[in-house]
């Protein structure tokens, strides 16, 4: 067998088995997943990607951390 012929069922076996697998991801209703983050139109959808690759948001800035720092130290005071 020549290296070309190799080659060429090499290819066709590997694009059969991405077929393949589209195939059944459209079958069991799965979406594949947006990679870029400009893309997730909905908040909801941002916050639940987010939640899987550990990222805070919505991001805060030191200002909105330290007043919710000052809230809680001020409630924890009274009790």
Known sequence: MSIG???RL???A?????????V???QRGDEPRE???RFLYLRSEKLARA????ID???KTERQVLAEHV???ADGATD
């Open 57 to 59: 948001y919505p991001r």
């Open 14 to 22: 590997r694009r059969q088995q991405a077929q393949n697998a589209e």
């Open 24 to 26: 059944l991801r459209m």
């Open 5 to 7: 012929k190799k080659w």
């Open 51 to 54: 939640k899987q690759l550990g």
């Open 35 to 37: 990679k870029k983050w």
């Open 71 to 73: 809230d809680s130290d």
């Open 10 to 12: 090499r290819d066709r």
